[in-house]
């Protein structure tokens, strides 16, 4: 079946560092969707991007999709600890709205 | 954004009792809604779809006569453990899909089976 690779697995950096979190499909994908998990909550949802070449830009986060809709990136200019959390990317799995979900990227941020 | 509630948050239980987890969307239909369980820092696993009025879809390995869902209404679906173990610990959460394929998550209940 279906499936994407998440990279890294884990990620710590100092406060004002940058972070990037991947994520790779062999398949061409219709549409990626980003969550943000915080310690001890749920997903949230940030962003879904559905374009080839597509960057979207939230506040600090830059979202980008591939020219060729194969891979995704999450970008976190200048950390604050307030970014702490497991970063998950998720495609759908036809067209039944059942997402398939990388294994998420857990950042951790010193101060 | 849309809300997701589910209840209880927390429930320890001894082991062959069976528990009941409720799923609600707050101010929105849900015909589907999707079952995840999260093991500590790991990605979440779908266990099962819930359709409103139909039979819920499992994914592979996941027993079904163990892992009971109802989907009896457009706002509610319920996971029942069935005999619990304490092999079945574990983070539940439910979601639903909205408009563009947005998952909306519940709150997720802890479940520790003594």
């Known amino acids: 079946g279906q499936q994407v690779m998440q990279i890294p697995q884990y990620q710590h950096v100092q406060e004002g560092e940058d972070f990037t979190t991947y994520c790779n499909s062999s398949?061409?994908?219709?549409?990626i969707q980003w969550y943000k998990q915080r310690p001890g909550g749920h997903p949230v949802f940030l962003i879904q991007?559905?374009?080839s070449g597509e960057v979207k830009k939230q506040k600090r986060l830059t979202f980008q999709f591939g020219e060729a809709k194969k891979n995704s990136s999450l970008h976190i200019t200048a950390t604050q600890t307030t970014d702490v959390g497991t970063y998950f990317c998720?495609?759908?799995?036809?067209?039944?709205?059942?997402?398939?979900w990388g294994l998420g990227t857990s950042l951790a941020v010193n101060p | 954004g849309a809300v997701v509630s589910q209840h209880p948050s927390r429930v320890i239980c001894k082991s062959g009792t069976s528990v009941k987890i409720e799923c609600r969307s707050l101010?929105?239909?849900?015909?589907?809604m999707f079952w995840y369980r999260q093991f500590p820092k790991k990605s979440l696993m779908l266990m099962a779809t819930s359709n409103e009025g139909s039979k819920a879809t499992y994914e592979q390995g996941v027993e079904k006569d163990k892992f009971l869902i109802n989907h009896a209404s457009l706002t509610l679906s319920t996971l029942t453990v069935t005999s619990a173990h304490p092999e079945d610990s574990s983070f539940y959460i439910c979601?639903?899909?909205?408009?563009?394929?947005?998952?909306?998550f519940g709150p997720g209940t802890r479940l520790t089976v003594l």
């Open positions: 979601s639903a899909p909205l408009g563009n394929n947005e998952q909306f």
């Open positions: 991007l559905v374009k």
């Open positions: 101010d929105f239909q849900a015909t589907t």
């Open positions: 998720a495609v759908n799995a036809g067209n039944n709205r059942k997402l398939i």
């Open positions: 398949t061409t994908l219709s549409n």
